[in-house]
């Protein structure tokens, strides 16, 4: 294994920020690559328009142009349209004509439907005012031209009129009324025979006028000729004088015309000197526009290719950018195979270092056991303490490496079981009783609780914590007292342990508060910059990470020279009470005699679980490799197999699989339990599946042995 592959973890956030960096880089890279090709295309829209509205402006000049244009020939039309009328010469009549062909042919540039309908108005209703005016002026000239003077035959038959007047009354008398009534053929006849008269005239009425008749005075036909000679007269000198009036007004819009002729000509030509001076003018104003356009076009063209050559660039950036991310992605594929590869290693080799180490710990510490419980002087339990000691503080250091490894690959959870907090903390406080009791300190416990008082959680990892944190606040105490106070309260249906670890220590510096839970790391003393305790530097580091698996709360309260306070608040799931018998002592004897096979290669170790046994009064056969053990079960018949697991030739997870193949059922049903120096919980599941009813980790102590074989006689 190579020293590079490692990476600190502070290598590797940096390796985070730098690659963070990176994706920041490239992504403003490409926010600006498209803010410029925005920009540009902007730019590009505002030359267009430009171009735009400078043709749009000369297109709109010449139009008004054309406009002037045709206003002035309509107005010589309009001359030579009234010269027509007055004089009928055809020649202003053609004038007129072109005239309008040319105001026709503006309009057509114009393309202005509504204009050339006007136009051709123009020219019906010009036709009907030409038919009009010809038609009164022949009128006119035909009254003219009329001869008064000769006498007409029209007059002739009016020699028998008469227009002197006589008015004769005639008056007529009525006759009598006949009242008789009609009568019929017959009837009149016999009247006629007997001449008789039947309708006899009543009296008389009295004279009335009834007509009036009015002659002419037949001596008076002169004065009638007369008469009509003197109206035609008067007629005659009307028709001469509105002859003579048309002339003279003839005349003097002849006049007019010619002045208004004139008076254009004038206007068209100062309109013209005008015009000549606002081109020039509007000459001027062009150049120079077009001077100010050529040089704003010249600096958007060379925006343009500043903004072309800067997409480019940007371009090449990112591509550059993608080609760096490219080959980062391919070395961090082939770190993360190599990191696979060494996360690997690394199991392997934890693994490896933790049964290597447990296996002789396991024999010192289960030595250090048995030789506790013979006679010993005062000097000779003192160097036992010393030795339980060192082989406790490895251990920790060994259990805070594995977890250490555990929390890095995630790995690290949690075990539920049932278990009193109380009995924890107690036994907690005995495991550290010997540390405070050689620095002349007082260990202190103040639960405030019962200890059937059970939750439901990780018992190991409560032990693990309270382990830590008293074996800080004894290190760093040199006198006075190390005090653990624990409260179980119920909150929102769970129990929630509340434990503080307060020691009269030398305190932590507040600025290095902080740093107290990082890996690796050890804060000096408040009094001593210098000074060191022993120790990884993983042990709040990995009370901070179980804290927070937990869900769970860490506070640190010190204050340099008078001591520190470590708390925490755990929830675990309440549990029933039950009350607990009197467990039975570690030298009780089993309820039969048991005979077990005992599989370890390594001879301590196995020396001392048959030290252990024999003090039990259990009879054993010992193996050194699964070959042997599964010998002896041929031969013999056993209760249970306590197996290692790394042994040559054959391992313990080999020798489970054979045993549970057997034909005889009794023993292919067994009790095997391993003793293993592996903590990884990988390879622990792995071994129960494999056929192992359980395991114990070394080192092992003879309260686990008993445990263990109580556990499975009662199984049974």
Request: net charge neutral; proline share 3%.
């Amino acid at each position: 294994m190579e020293p590079k592959q490692f990476q600190t973890p502070g290598m590797k956030r940096r390796e985070g920020q730098r690659l963070a960096y990176g994706y920041i880089l490239l992504a403003f890279l490409v926010i600006l690559l498209v803010s410029v090709v925005l920009f540009g295309f902007f730019k590009q829209q505002r030359i267009k328009q430009l171009n735009s509205s400078v043709h749009e402006l000369a297109h709109t000049e010449v139009n008004m142009e054309r406009i002037e244009h045709a206003v002035q020939t309509m107005y010589e039309a309009e001359n030579y349209f009234r010269l027509f009328t007055l004089t009928y010469q055809n020649i202003h009549f053609a004038r007129y004509s072109k005239a309008l062909a040319i105001v026709a042919a503006d309009l057509d540039t114009l393309e202005n439907k509504e204009l050339k309908g006007m136009l051709r108005d123009k020219e019906n209703k010009s036709s009907i005012f030409l038919k009009v005016k010809a038609a009164t002026d022949s009128l006119l000239n035909m009254n003219q031209d009329w001869d008064t003077t000769k006498e007409r035959e029209i007059f002739e038959p009016v020699t028998s009129a008469h227009f002197k007047q006589y008015i004769q009354v005639d008056t007529v008398y009525p006759n009598a009324v006949n009242t008789g009534k009609k009568r019929k053929l017959f009837g009149r006849v016999a009247d006629a025979i007997t001449n008789k008269k039947r309708n006899e005239p009543g009296p008389a009425a009295a004279p009335t006028v009834v007509r009036t008749t009015i002659t002419a005075d037949p001596k008076s036909t002169r004065y009638n000729r007369q008469q009509l000679e003197n109206i035609h007269a008067y007629y005659s000198h009307l028709f001469k004088n509105i002859a003579a009036g048309n002339a003279n007004l003839n005349k003097k819009e002849l006049e007019m015309i010619n002045a208004n002729d004139q008076l254009l000509k004038t206007l068209l030509a100062d309109l013209q000197i005008f015009k000549q001076e606002r081109l020039k003018a509007a000459h001027q104003l062009k150049t120079a526009l077009k001077d100010d356009i050529s040089i704003l076009l010249s600096k958007l063209n060379w925006e343009t290719r500043f903004g072309a050559l800067l997409i480019v660039l940007l371009a090449i950036a990112i591509l550059v950018l993608i080609w760096f991310s490219y080959r980062n992605g391919l070395q961090l594929d082939h770190a993360r195979n190599k990191a696979i590869r060494f996360s690997k290693l690394k199991s392997d080799f934890v693994a490896s270092m933790s049964h290597e180490i447990r296996t002789p710990l396991g024999s010192v510490i289960g030595f250090s056991e048995q030789l506790g419980k013979t006679n010993l002087n005062q000097e000779q339990e003192e160097i036992l303490d010393a030795i339980n000691l060192s082989a406790n503080m490895l251990l920790s250091v060994v259990n805070n490496v594995l977890d250490f490894s555990k929390l890095e690959e995630k790995k690290l959870t949690l075990e539920y079981s049932t278990f009193s907090p109380k009995k924890v903390i107690e036994d907690i406080a005995k495991g550290m009783y010997i540390q405070a009791y050689r620095k002349n300190l007082k260990l202190h416990t103040q639960c405030s609780f019962s200890e059937n008082m059970l939750v439901e959680g990780d018992e190991f990892r409560l032990k693990q914590i309270l382990f830590n944190l008293t074996g800080n606040a004894i290190k760093f105490t040199s006198e006075g007292s190390v005090t653990i106070k624990a409260n179980l309260q119920p909150q929102a249906g769970k129990q929630v342990l509340s434990v503080a670890i307060t020691d009269t220590g030398t305190g932590i510096d507040r600025k290095h508060i902080r740093h107290i839970f990082d890996e690796f790391t050890q804060v000096s003393s408040a009094q001593d910059s210098h000074a060191r305790e022993d120790g990884s530097g993983l042990g709040l580091t990995i009370v901070k990470s179980i804290v927070d698996l937990h869900s769970g709360k860490l506070d640190v309260d010190s204050v340099p020279g008078q001591g520190s306070t470590f708390s925490f608040t755990i929830p675990y799931m309440p549990a029933a009470v039950v009350d607990q018998t009197p467990a039975l002592p570690a030298d009780h004897p089993l309820p039969k005699m048991m005979h077990v096979l005992v599989v370890d290669d390594n001879n301590m170790n196995r020396r001392v679980l048959e030290m252990i046994l024999l003090k039990i009064n259990t009879t054993f056969h010992s193996a050194t490799n699964g070959i042997e053990a599964l010998h002896l079960m041929e031969q013999h018949d056993f209760d249970m197999v306590f197996t290692d697991i790394q042994m040559p030739e054959m391992d313990g997870l080999t020798l489970a699989r054979n045993i549970r193949q057997l034909k005889d059922r009794d023993k292919a049903g067994l009790p095997i339990i391993a003793i293993t120096g592996n903590a990884v919980k990988e390879d622990l599941d792995r071994y129960l599946d494999a056929g192992i009813n359980s395991y114990i980790l070394k080192p092992f102590r003879e309260k686990e042995i008993l445990e263990t074989l109580r556990n499975e006689v009662s199984q049974k």
